[in-house]
């Protein structure tokens, strides 16, 4: 009886210590957000509109990584941005690059002053033939309706493109000159990889010995109603990037008929190896910007879950499931058999997986490797990349950024983190001191849909307030 009594009592201190330790750990977590400072609203025309409406109908479509681009629908698209903007053409030097990017310059007053990069892509994803009709309006049409403007692109991603060069053309007119030198990158083939825009772009400053301050591109956004038991607009500032890589598993065998099936079957043994890598997946794991994730939008969570965020150590499973914090795995194409009574020879899958920080290209082909049968043949397929390096939250140019939005959006909580889909800003760790990406796309549960996807549009609101912050992030250069 008295051993029974000194183990509950053992059980019970060791409760009440876990407990103790949870709520310290949970009043300890205080709000992260800086105070927003008071700012001078530029007022912006109608005319906005018509120009994203513009560039919405130039067809700069990026089909794969082999195929040329329509140098028709680029070069006119080229031609439409000097039209549009004339200052920001007087007066910045552009250079083409690799022939379709763009590279302006706008010559800071201040040379001992590191340049910033200011990116976007000019290309855009095709549009499936069958779901043409299912837009409110021609994808390619830059409709432009009483709250929206409808078209491929509004949102990915030449909404951030044309509000650059508008607040560029509003701040030249008001004779407003940069202390330090801003770089406009447009690159033409992102949706693609990047590999002849983006990557080429950042060959060229690393050629000229130039090194940034900071660079800015597009994802992260302004989330609403994403996350719950949070009220307020969360403002992401994705500070790293996962991975890209996709792998070809490929079965070969000598085939036979169908009516006389072998015990290993092609199609068979490749079934078999997708659901092995889907029910073996790389393991879930805290990495730094998971962190800051924790760190910056605990507090501001109802008190459950402010005590989870506060306490990863204990609870950290459920919340890295939640933040996707693991290396996914995705099959994506599958293609194998010719006849119905016939059983195929070859058969092939494409699983494509986002990497994340601290694996590589490499340690996903053996984890695949170790998974599926030594039968299967696996073979990296299309653009590769490792993730991203994370870039400080501590830095100047992080400061500088987080209070920009603060003071442009008050209302929204500013949490730095990590992106699972690929950018352009990716080729951009080597010659810049820190690599962000964030424009104020106001994004909803129901609005992920639209990106790539049907109905792509913007609101008139929201495309304003993106010009809003483009023009005052400048204007903070001078």
Do not use: C
Request: net charge negative; charged share 20%; no cysteine.
């Amino acid at each position: 009886m008295k051993i029974v009594k000194k183990l509950f009592l053992a059980v019970f201190v060791l409760a009440i210590i876990v407990i103790a330790i949870l709520l310290f750990n949970t009043f300890r977590l205080s709000s992260k957000q800086v105070e927003p400072q008071p700012i001078q609203e530029v007022a912006i025309s109608e005319d906005v509109f018509d120009h994203l409406s513009g560039a919405i109908q130039f067809q700069t479509i990026s089909f794969s990584e082999d195929a040329i681009p329509d140098s028709a629908a680029f070069n006119g698209f080229h031609a439409y941005l000097a039209e549009t903007f004339p200052q920001v053409h007087g007066t910045m030097d552009l250079t083409k690059i690799n022939q379709y990017s763009l590279l302006y310059k706008w010559e800071g007053s201040d040379a001992t002053k590191k340049p910033i990069i200011l990116m976007s892509h000019q290309d855009v994803v095709p549009v499936d033939v069958p779901t043409m009709e299912m837009w409110e309006a021609p994808p390619f049409e830059g409709r432009i309706t009483t709250d929206h403007i409808i078209g491929r692109g509004t949102l990915d991603d030449k909404s951030s493109l044309i509000a650059l060069l508008e607040s560029a053309e509003m701040l030249i007119k008001e004779g407003f000159k940069p202390s330090q030198t801003i770089y406009f990158a447009f690159g033409h083939d992102e949706e693609v990889g990047g590999g002849k825009g983006a990557a080429k772009i950042a060959e060229y400053f690393e050629q000229q010995g130039i090194s940034a301050a900071f660079t800015l591109d597009e994802g992260g956004m302004i989330t609403e109603g994403m996350v719950p038991g949070v009220d307020q607009p969360i403002s992401m500032i994705n500070v790293a990037e996962k991975g890209f890589a996709s792998f070809r598993l490929i079965v070969e065998t000598t085939g036979g008929h169908s009516s006389a099936p072998p015990r290993e079957n092609t199609i068979g043994m490749l079934a078999q190896s997708i659901v092995d890598l889907e029910n073996n997946q790389l393991p879930y794991r805290m990495v730094e910007p998971v962190q800051y994730q924790l760190d910056y939008l605990g507090p501001e969570l109802p008190f459950m879950q402010k005590l989870a965020f506060a306490n990863p150590w204990l609870l950290q499973g459920p919340i890295l499931r939640g933040l996707n914090s693991h290396t996914t795995t995705a099959p994506t194409i599958i293609d194998g058999g010719v006849k119905n009574n016939v059983i195929p020879t070859v058969a092939e899958a494409t699983i494509n997986f986002r990497i994340l920080p601290g694996e590589t290209i490499e340690s996903v082909q053996a984890h695949i490797e170790s998974i599926v049968s030594d039968k299967v043949r696996v073979e990296p397929v299309g653009f590769l990349t490792n993730p991203s390096p994370s870039s400080s939250i501590d830095s100047e140019a992080y400061k500088f950024l987080e209070a920009t939005i603060r003071s442009v959006f008050p209302e929204t909580v500013v949490v730095p983190g990590l992106i699972g889909g690929g950018t352009d800003a990716r080729y951009f760790y080597g010659i810049s001191e820190g690599v962000y990406r964030f424009y104020p796309i106001r994004i909803s549960p129901d609005g992920m849909k639209r990106f790539h996807g049907i109905d792509e549009k913007i609101s008139k609101e929201n495309y304003k307030e993106i010009v809003q912050f483009t023009y005052q992030l400048m204007k903070k250069f001078g």
